[in-house]
């Protein structure tokens, strides 16, 4: 049973840094995409950022470009996503997603992901 656990989210103020973190159990991850997604009431799963687990290669929504950082521990089995200069605007429940591709490929939207954590809340005070 694949499980995908975030931590990490909470409040910080605006500039802030804030590391969440993704733990993914219940099967090898090779040839997966893993994502990070955000949701805020009433709006659309958005994109935010991917990694592919084998490559390494990595793709960010524009917004976060420059600002947050996609990496993962193949060892550990971890997944995580470093925010700085964070912005109100970046407030929303973090989702950390999984899904099938290849060797290279990166995903980008949300209905070529399979395995969703639970979220995670960021709040950034302005």
């Known amino acids: 049973q694949v499980q995908l656990v975030e931590s990490g989210g909470g409040l910080v103020q605006a500039g802030g840094s804030l590391r969440l973190s993704c733990a993914a159990s219940?099967?090898?991850?090779?040839?997966?995409?893993m994502g990070w997604f955000r949701q805020n009431p009433g709006k659309d799963r958005e994109f935010v950022a991917a990694?592919?687990?084998?490559?390494?290669?990595?793709y960010y929504e524009d917004s976060v470009n420059g600002r947050f950082a996609i990496s993962r521990d193949n060892a550990k089995n971890m997944v995580y996503l470093q925010m700085n200069s964070l912005k109100p605007e970046d407030t929303s429940v973090y989702y950390c997603?999984?899904?099938?591709?290849?060797?290279?490929?990166?995903?980008?939207?949300?209905?070529?992901?399979?395995?969703w954590g639970q979220g995670t809340q960021v709040t950034v005070s302005s």
């Open positions: 990694i592919n687990w084998s490559s390494g290669s990595t």
């Open positions: 219940g099967r090898t991850f090779s040839r997966h995409c």
């Open positions: 997603a999984a899904g099938l591709t290849s060797w290279f490929g990166v995903l980008t939207t949300k209905s070529e992901y399979v395995y």
